[in-house]
């Protein structure tokens, strides 16, 4: 069964940071490629970063280019976003999910784990 712990969240100023992390099981992590993705109220669920298997590739959506950095430990199972200069309109539950491809933005499962809440206050 296919396990996603996001956690990291927080309630920050307009300008901080915030590293959130995702473990993952129950499927194999190292060959997989990897998304973050966030909803804000009353929006639709987006896209933010994806990394390919072995890091090799990333694509982030143009509104976080250049502020958040996704890396990952196959290690550890475990993927992250660093998200800095943040703003009040990142505000939003940040999830991840294996992604088929970072090409196309869409998360691969339709199960999701719980989430973790990022406020970022002007």
């Known amino acids: 069964q296919v396990q996603l712990v996001e956690s990291g969240g927080g309630l920050v100023q307009a300008g901080g940071s915030l590293r959130l992390s995702c473990a993952a099981s129950?499927?194999?992590?190292?060959?997989?490629?990897m998304g973050w993705f966030r909803q804000a109220p009353g929006k639709e669920r987006e896209f933010v970063a994806g990394?390919?298997?072995?890091?090799?590739?990333?694509r982030y959506a143009d509104s976080v280019k250049g502020r958040f950095t996704i890396s990952r430990d196959d290690a550890k199972n475990t993927v992250y976003l660093q998200m800095n200069s943040l703003k009040p309109e990142d505000t939003a539950v940040y999830y991840c999910?294996?992604?088929?491809?970072?090409?196309?933005?869409?998360?691969?499962?339709?199960?999701w784990g719980q989430g973790t809440q990022v406020t970022v206050s002007s």
């Open positions: 999910n294996y992604m088929r491809s970072i090409a196309t933005t869409q998360p691969l499962l339709g199960s």
């Open positions: 129950g499927r194999t992590f190292s060959s997989a490629n």
């Open positions: 990394i390919s298997w072995g890091g090799h590739g990333t």
